[in-house]
């Protein structure tokens, strides 16, 4: 359901006209005049599944409409009772569903929406506002003081998806990149779902959190999570993936990472975290080495990376990958 509100969420106080295009179609679907301060809702069951729309909004200038709010991505957003914000894009005929965490940013989001729209396969975007820092309100997908209340919420909203499309949770796909490659790590491996595709995650999650730097967002968020700065708050912290990876049960998912091979990611995090798959004796798990050397740069390779291996599960193609 889409709720449009011109005053709460524009500061719009007079006449308006809400202006809906569909971008595959290349036609107008809506031009919807409000009278100052009215409110619409609009139902995203009558329009196209793909869902590839925007709007703008308009009022009036000299006896004609004009463009008040330009043109922006109409967004199915919807939220479990649990309070669990998401998008779904559903694939008629498909069998696969692919889930999409978000990375940190200072406006929680949704990432990856134009990369895998046209994909054969449902899709799932899950945001993350539900920390307490004001910069990021980032909770890792976790939650609050060692909870994991956010976790266990998350786990129930793609639980009662994948029934209601009655697809099997090894045909599910956990992408994510940086903050959303922890979380699509952590939440497929306890979902037992059958890929998983993270791009430069973090594992030893005290680690990186705990940053010394006055600038940094990072320490409020460890504290969210865990409740504390010091050194049992961080080994608490980094100790959250290897549990729940030590915990798994096969089949395991087809893991591949992908990273930057200079990004320090790479060294920090990708690398132990091998080690303990390692040690868990999981299979199915392989890197795909970038030639980069910042995190920045995952924005540049991981989108055809995330591209191209969805396309090739969803055809049910094997593809090669560097160890």
Same mark, same amino acid.
């Given at each position: ?23 595959? %179609? =290349?036609?107008?679907?809506? !031009?919807? #005049?409000?009278?100052?301060? *009215?409110?619409?809702?609009? $139902? ?22 004009v463009d008040r709010v330009n ?49 054969? %396969? =449902?899709?799932?975007?899950? !945001?993350? #506002?539900?920390?307490?820092? *004001?910069?990021?309100?980032? $909770? ?9 209340d956010i976790a266990d919420k ?110 320090p990611h790479y060294q920090e ?55």
């Amino acid at each position: 359901m889409f709720r449009f509100r011109p005053l709460q969420d524009y500061s719009i106080n007079e006449p308006t006209r809400l202006v809906i295009y569909d971008n595959r %179609a =290349n036609t107008f679907v809506l !031009k919807e #005049e409000l009278r100052a301060g *009215e409110e619409f809702c609009l $139902s995203f069951e009558g329009l196209d599944e793909h869902l590839d729309y925007n709007f703008k909004i308009q009022t009036k200038s000299g006896g004609r409409w004009v463009d008040r709010v330009n043109y922006a991505r109409l967004l199915p957003e919807s939220e479990t009772k649990d309070g669990i914000k998401y998008l779904f894009y559903p694939r008629k005929g498909s069998d696969k569903l692919v889930v999409v965490f978000q990375a940190i940013n200072r406006k929680p989001g949704y990432n990856y929406i134009k990369t895998l729209s046209g994909v054969h %396969a =449902n899709r799932l975007y899950i !945001k993350d #506002e539900y920390g307490g820092d *004001e910069a990021t309100r980032s $909770s890792y997908y976790l939650g609050k003081g060692r909870s994991f209340d956010i976790a266990d919420k998350v786990q129930r909203l793609i639980a009662e998806l994948t029934s209601s499309l009655k697809i099997d949770r090894h045909d599910c796909i956990f992408a994510g990149s940086s903050k959303g490659g922890f979380a699509a790590l952590y939440h497929g491996y306890r979902f037992g779902a059958g890929h998983i595709l993270p791009g430069g995650p973090q594992v030893l999650l005290g680690n990186f959190l705990n940053s010394q730097s006055e600038e940094s967002v990072h320490p409020p968020i460890l504290n969210h999570i865990v409740g504390g700065l010091d050194d049992e708050s961080v080994d608490w912290a980094n100790r959250i993936l290897q549990k729940v990876i030590l915990s798994a049960m096969a089949p395991y998912p087809h893991t591949e990472i992908h990273v930057g091979h200079r990004e320090p990611h790479y060294q920090e995090h990708v690398l132990p975290f091998l080690e303990i798959v390692k040690k868990a004796k999981i299979p199915n798990v392989t890197v795909d080495l970038g030639d980069y050397s910042t995190h920045a740069e995952l924005a540049t390779h991981y989108p055809g990376f995330l591209r191209a291996r969805v396309e090739s599960i969803v055809r049910g193609v094997n593809y090669s990958v560097a160890c």
